[in-house]
């Protein structure tokens, strides 16, 4: 525990979609001065997310779908290109992982291997990820993917890795987390040489 946060007072603000909150606390700083604080933190859970890759025809798996936060902060379509993530819920991230590849991509995995987790908004958002990569074949293929729930409407794009790495640098790849991903692969060779 930290003896230097006193939390003083939550209320909640929203509890439509997640749960938002308004913190007071107190802060002892470095110089002995105590400093009181109101903070909003966005709980949405925690979340998983994987870079499929396959290393014989040096491609990756990733998804394009809406997201409304990026059209309302300028994206002109809304869309954007991201690896395949979603919401632990009740599951542990390596269950969760897996089933959301298999609904959102069509790809029905066999091993994956947890590589790191990460903050992504510390600032306002309590959510940690946690990052995976694993090994896809076209025989892992089960289904179309592109999400089960009615709200999903994703779609699947196979990429040759290079391309998607360009795609950073070009600015069509915007979404933290992939372009996290994506330099992970690139930097432990991954797909090789």
């Not at 946060?5 to 603000?13: G, S, Y």
């Not at 902060?73 to 869309?79: A, D, H």
């Not at 269950?95 to 987790?117: A, H, L, N, P, Q």
Request: charged share 30%; aromatic share 10%; proline share 2%.
């Amino acid at each position: 525990m930290n003896e230097r946060v006193k939390i003083q007072k939550t209320e909640i603000l929203s509890n439509n979609w997640y749960t938002l909150r308004k913190i007071t606390f107190d802060y002892l700083q470095k110089n002995g001065k105590w400093v009181t604080y109101d903070r909003e933190a966005y709980d949405r859970g925690n979340g998983a997310t994987i870079l499929l890759f396959n290393k014989e025809n040096k491609t990756v798996i990733l998804t394009n779908q809406f997201r409304l936060p990026t059209f309302i902060n300028g994206n002109p379509t809304g869309m954007l290109i991201e690896t395949c993530a979603g919401l632990l819920d009740k599951d542990n991230a390596e269950d969760c992982i897996r089933k959301e590849t298999e609904e959102e991509t069509g790809y029905k995995i066999t091993s994956v291997r947890k590589i790191f987790e990460a903050y992504m908004s510390p600032g306002s958002v309590t959510e940690i990820l946690y990052f995976f990569v694993a090994e896809y074949s076209t025989s892992m293929k089960v289904n179309e993917g592109g999400g089960v729930e009615e709200e999903e409407d994703i779609d699947v794009l196979e990429l040759d890795f290079q391309k998607a790495v360009s795609m950073i640098e070009g600015g069509e790849i915007k979404d933290g987390k992939t372009i996290m991903l994506l330099q992970y692969a690139q930097l432990h060779n991954l797909l090789g040489d």
